[in-house]
């Protein structure tokens, strides 16, 4: 079946360091894969995109690039910001299935100044 | 573009009684709704697709007598939680499947039930 790992939270970071949120998805076929945001008390937002193998989906600052090799789709920023504190969360969406969403269980991060 | 409302925002309901939660898609128009649940710091668990004109189809180990959805209309899908109860108490969301041509969901701000 299909199923998304994220790694566990919370991740804490000072202001300006390098983000790194890992993200490896078991799917068959070709799967779209997504990260979603959820800022305290709003509804999720999706953040970026890739489609197919070797894509690049870029954001705000935030990359993840659709390693096919590796079956990962792991978040990237260079330099966080306070308002970068949110819930991150990787999905899948494989395109035999009716549009439907597999999350992983979601990361917390907390950005400090 | 692409907004999805929830009404109401939270709720508090006594047990045995029932509390209905709507989703709508403002400015597209939605054959596929889907309605999570999501306990706190919990990831998101799928309940069921919502498609428009039809039967909505529920993830297995969800009650559907008891967790009601409705799809009558392309921009406005229901959630019922019938004779709730304290466990019934979490976050509801829907999304709401983007236009034609593009495979993104977009997620309303969420509902917050609590079973008093």
């Known amino acids: 079946g299909n199923s998304v790992t994220q790694m566990e939270g919370p991740v804490t970071l000072s202001e300006e360091a390098f983000l790194t949120i890992n993200c490896t998805y078991t799917a068959t076929g070709y799967p779209s894969l997504f990260w979603y945001v959820q800022y305290p008390g709003e509804g999720l937002q999706l953040l970026l995109k890739a489609t197919k193998a070797d894509d690049k989906g870029s954001n705000k600052g935030f990359e993840a690039t659709y390693r096919k090799e590796t079956t990962s789709f792991h978040l990237e920023k260079g330099s966080v910001q306070v308002s970068d504190s949110a819930v991150y969360f990787c999905a899948l969406s494989n395109g035999n299935q009716g549009g439907k969403l597999i999350f992983g269980q979601g990361t917390e991060l907390s950005v400090k100044p | 573009g692409a907004v999805v409302s929830q009404h109401p925002s939270w709720v508090i309901c006594k047990s045995g009684t029932s509390v209905k939660i709507e989703c709508r898609s403002l400015?597209?128009?939605?054959?596929?709704m889907f309605w999570y649940r999501q306990f706190p710091k919990q990831s998101l668990m799928l309940m069921a697709t919502s498609n428009e004109g039809s039967k909505a189809t529920y993830e297995q180990g969800v009650e559907k007598d008891k967790f009601l959805i409705n799809h009558a209309s392309l921009t406005l899908s229901t959630l019922t939680v019938t004779s709730a109860h304290p466990e019934d108490s979490s976050f509801y969301i829907c999304?709401?499947?983007?236009?034609?041509?593009?495979?993104?969901?977009?997620f309303g701000p969420g509902t917050r039930l609590t079973v008093t």
């Open positions: 400015d597209f128009q939605a054959t596929t």
């Open positions: 999304s709401a499947r983007g236009p034609v041509g593009k495979d993104e969901q977009y």
